[in-house]
């Protein structure tokens, strides 16, 4: 699948990121835009946290599912649980792991051709833990492809690489 053959994953991408500009932009920039001009709002906006991935991972999902490829959020960790609450403070409870494992991706998919993808969504400032450098190295020897990417616009350029069959870009760069 070729992104250019499908202008409605991009206007549904630029649709999602005008909704949720600071998506893209930071909160930062986003209070600039919206006329938070004064020095001290300015100051004020830069010592709020940074920005989820978790609205960016919500949107990259929601493209994504407009097209033919099929499309999972992995969440990865793990807890103790028991019978109860008590049991899973003792020695009675087990500890329960999920996802697919530590360092991989966000998100997870096949392509309409049978291709494996991987995408580890980060924020504007967000950078691949030495685990997912890691498991992206892992995945693509084995055929499949892993990105990084920061937003829809990148999602849908790297599923359109991994529909082509183009080798996953370096580790820890944007498709």
């Known amino acids: 699948m070729r992104s250019e053959d499908h202008p409605e994953l991009h206007e549904e ?16 920039a986003d209070a600039m835009r919206r006329g938070a001009a004064s020095s001290v709002s300015q100051t004020r906006m830069a010592f709020l946290p940074p920005q989820r991935e978790t609205p960016i ?5 929601q493209v994504l599912r407009f097209s ?7 969440n990865t960790g793990g807890m103790k649980v028991g019978e ?13 792991s999920f996802g697919l ?3 991989s991706a966000d998100i997870v ?22 685990e997912q450098r890691q498991w992206n190295l892992d995945v693509t020897a084995r055929g499949g492809y892993v990105a990084m990417v920061r937003g829809p616009e990148a999602a849908l350029r790297g599923l359109a690489q991994a529909e082509a069959g183009l ?3 370096p580790v820890g760069q944007e498709p």
């Open 68 to 74: 033919r490829c099929l499309v999972w959020r992995n």
């Open 101 to 103: 494992g530590t360092g």
């Open 13 to 28: 991408a630029a649709r999602i990121e005008t909704q949720e500009p600071s998506l893209r932009s930071g909160h930062k």
């Open 84 to 96: 109860d609450d008590e049991a899973a403070d003792s020695a009675r409870g087990r500890y329960v």
């Open 109 to 130: 998919g096949m392509t309409s051709k049978g291709r494996f993808f991987a995408l580890e969504v980060k924020s504007e400032t967000g950078r691949l833990t030495p």
């Open 57 to 61: 991972v919500k949107s990259i999902l």
């Open 167 to 169: 080798p996953s870009p």
